[in-house]
T-cell receptor, first 110, second 108 residues
Framework: NAGVTQTPKFQVLKTGQSMTLQCAQDMNHEYMSWYRQDPGMGLRLIHYSVGAGITDQGEVPNGYNVSRSTTEDFPLRLLSAAPSQTSVYFCASREGETQYFGPGTRLLVL | GEDVEQSLFLSVREGDSSVINCTYTDSSSTYLYWYKQEPGAGLQLLTY?????DMKQDQRLTVLLNKKDKHLSLRIADTQTGDSAIYFCAKGFQKLVFGTGTRLLVSP
């Protein structure tokens, strides 16, 4: 199993650009989520999904959209990037009480 | 909402024990986790405990939970330089709330 994979590893955007951060898992987990990590702070939940076709907001959802058309994929969309969205983004999937995190995408918005 | 706090930094010598502390505000029943993050990497689950337990031991790791004081700790026995990393406590099940992380530095 590849586990949780994320692409790209690193991205630079200009303010106002849009992009999609990809996340995939091959463990057939129903639950997936997106977090962002900022310096001096813990991870904060952006959006999560309990299964295909079902998504919900986390603690910091503004500026981000998600969809879940398959069990495997959970992309995170930035519609109009802002400098405040400069962060490291982690995707995770969960089985039981254990969450598995991807390696992260480092995003810089200029 | 839930608040999870950790001290920012801990420095120990190789071979000593390390104790990383975490406090939280919401006493509802749930899971409490310890994650390790090495530079440039994702989060690695180290261990977890359910809130009705007091202690859990897993090789060099011991987790202690004081429900009255809402205090969670992670003890690493015989700390090695490879244990240098940031350690996060987290609380919850579907929605995890993370502490700010404790940077552990182990010197030879």
């Amino acid at each position: 199993n590849a586990g949780v994979t994320q692409t790209p590893k690193f991205q630079v955007l200009k303010t106002g650009q849009s992009m999609t951060l990809q996340c995939a898992q091959d463990m057939n987990h129903e639950y997936m989520s997106w977090y962002r990590q900022d310096p001096g702070m813990g991870l904060r939940l952006i959006h999560y999904s309990v299964g295909a076709g079902i998504t919900d907001q986390g603690e910091v959802p503004n500026g981000y959209n998600v969809s879940r058309s398959t069990t495997e994929d959970f992309p995170l969309r930035l519609l109009s990037a802002a400098p405040s969205q400069t962060s490291v983004y982690f995707c995770a999937s969960r089985e039981g009480e254990t969450q598995y995190f991807g390696p992260g995408t480092r995003l810089l918005v200029l | 909402g839930e608040d999870v706090e950790q001290s920012l930094f801990l420095s120990v010598r190789e071979g000593d024990s390390s104790v990383i502390n975490c406090t939280y505000t919401d006493s509802s029943s749930t899971y409490l986790y310890w994650y390790k993050q090495e530079p440039g990497a994702g989060l690695q689950l180290l261990t977890y405990i359910f809130s009705n337990m007091d202690m859990k031991q897993d090789q060099r790791l011991t987790v202690l939970l004081n429900k009255k004081d809402k205090h969670l700790s992670l003890r690493i026995a015989d700390t090695q330089t490879g244990d240098s990393a940031i350690y996060f406590c987290a609380k919850g099940f579907q929605k995890l709330v993370f502490g700010t992380g404790t940077r552990l530095l182990v010197s030879p």
